[in-house]
């Protein structure tokens, strides 16, 4: 007996032969600048963080008083305040820095400090602001932001001396309007002891805007006590595709499949291509070695992060490196994602926090494997 053939969209009447699952090489968003503005807004990920949920450790009190004075200036700040003329007689506008380490809360007292200001406030990380300016323009970008009464930058990032320089303009133009500024930025948990404080290299990045700024330093333990990376097994491929084709909203690629697509979109419109997706299945994952590939994944990453999607890997080969169990390489397919000379170089805090994350994502997304449907 013959099977069926495959209709329009590569599915079979077979119940043998899993459905075909849409491929997120696929997707190709097209984003007008509205929607790109309107992406500015604390992620899903913090959709309920507010300052009273912050557990301020008492055994560090830099915590409690960062929280106290960021209500200050979400009250300040707070809808239903009125704002002053541009021309009128004012002290200057609130510039917060939070410096501190790994896991201290400092994003979550960002988007608490977001939605204080509400809808008058826009948030987003350092790369979604210079992804911005490449997609609109510098002055287009700034006379949009210059509407809000608050920009908040997370993760600020000082190892691209371009970008830098650019991001600097960008928040003297604010200032200048009378835009109130918060950034944090991230140091590396290893660099505990020496130059795990990264106010002294920001506000020498910032130059002219350095002295508006107030630099808030929160101390404390990273709260969730993880490693950088979080090690997880690769899942062997008819596993991926499988759990893929039962879950409504999944995507399934090869990492190469999407590696391509990444170079031909632009990063400002990654979030926008994971619209109504809940699952990115990835295969063949291998370490990427080229770094301007590399930079484009780190994005994606942060954008599935910031959606809390699930990730599904299989890296296609068993017992790779001989540290593998039962033929399977423990942690391969994300710890080994990007080469040592990556995570030496320049960029290392992006690489550092995109394994992290996609460590995390890729432990719901093995959880899912778990589940009755899978």
């Not at 509400?118 to 911005?132: I, K, Q, R, S």
């Not at 948990?189 to 330093?217: T, W």
């Not at 910031?306 to 001989?322: E, F, H, I, N, T």
Request: charged fraction near 25%.
């Amino acid at each position: 007996m013959t099977a069926a053939p495959p209709d329009l969209a590569g599915n079979t009447s077979d119940p043998s032969t899993p459905p075909r699952v849409r491929a997120l090489a696929d997707v190709r968003p097209v984003v007008p600048p509205a929607r790109l503005l309107a992406d500015l807004v604390p992620p899903r990920h913090f959709a309920d963080a507010r300052f009273s949920t912050y557990r301020a450790n008492p055994a560090y009190p830099s915590q409690a008083s960062t929280v106290s004075r960021l209500e200050e200036v979400g009250a300040q700040l707070a809808p239903g305040k009125v704002r002053r003329s541009l021309f009128a007689k004012r002290k200057a506008a609130p510039a917060i820095y939070m410096d501190g380490g790994f896991g201290v809360g400092k994003t979550h007292l960002l988007t608490s400090l977001a939605h204080a200001v509400g809808p008058d406030a826009a948030y987003g990380t350092f790369v979604e602001y210079t992804n911005l300016v490449g997609a609109l323009g510098f002055q287009a970008t700034v006379d949009a932001l210059a509407t809000k009464r608050l920009v908040c930058i997370d993760e600020f990032e000082l190892d691209d001396p371009g970008d830098t320089v650019l991001m600097s303009r960008l928040l003297r133009e604010l200032a200048d309007r009378g835009v109130a500024l918060a950034a944090t930025s991230n140091t590396l948990p290893g660099s505990l002891g020496e130059g795990r404080f990264a106010a002294e290299d920001f506000l020498r990045e910032i130059q002219a805007m350095a002295a508006r700024f107030e630099v808030m330093r929160v101390d404390g333990e990273d709260y969730r006590h993880r490693a950088v990376v979080t090690e997880t097994q690769p899942l062997p491929a008819d596993v991926v595709a499988r759990v893929a084709a039962s879950h409504p909203g999944a995507t399934l690629d090869s990492l190469d499949e999407v590696l391509d697509h990444l170079r031909g979109v632009h990063p400002s419109r990654y979030g926008a291509m994971l619209d109504d997706v809940t699952l990115v299945a990835l295969t063949g994952v291998h370490p990427v070695t080229e770094q301007s590939a590399a930079l484009r994944l780190v994005v994606l990453v942060d954008r599935l992060y910031d959606r809390d999607v699930p990730v599904l890997l299989a890296d296609d080969v068993a017992g790779v490196d001989g540290g593998g169990v039962d033929g399977v390489t423990s942690g391969a397919a994300v710890s080994s994602l990007f080469t040592e000379e990556m995570l030496r170089g320049g960029y290392r805090k992006k690489y550092f926090r995109a394994l992290s994350r996609l460590g995390s994502l890729a432990e719901d997304g093995r959880a899912l494997t778990r589940t009755p449907t899978a």
